[in-house]
């Protein structure tokens, strides 16, 4: 082994990509994004609690302890996470209303009695 494979055996075999910082979102941004573009609600504590869950999106990189997202993977994070009332094509299912329970009138219990 030369000197040039030692130096060289730490890096990674493919360059990571420069990306601009502009690129990613911190968490506080990420759930704003997710607020204010997507459309989802969405507040910094809830995307807080399930980061800690393990339930939000995968952070792309980290920069010191802060997890960065990138604006892709937070919509495709958002997708997913969606549920979809109605399959297009389908027409609405028709469901009749529950039959109302009458109710009797409470029986009060009768009123006790002294003696004296």
Do not use: C
């Amino acid at each position: 082994m030369t000197d040039t494979d030692i130096a060289t055996s730490h890096r990674p075999t493919e360059p990571t990509p420069k990306l601009s910082a502009a690129e990613f979102l911190t968490r506080r941004e990420a759930a704003d994004y997710i607020r204010n573009i997507l459309g989802r609600p969405m507040s910094f504590s809830t995307a807080s609690k399930l980061a800690a869950l393990g339930e939000f999106a995968q952070p792309v990189t980290w920069w010191g302890r802060r997890p960065l997202y990138s604006r892709e993977d937070l919509r495709a994070w958002t997708e997913a996470r969606s549920r979809s009332t109605k399959v297009p094509g389908d027409p609405a299912p028709v469901t009749a209303a529950p039959p109302h329970r009458e109710t009797r009138p409470r029986r009060l219990p009768a009123p006790k009695t002294t003696t004296a």
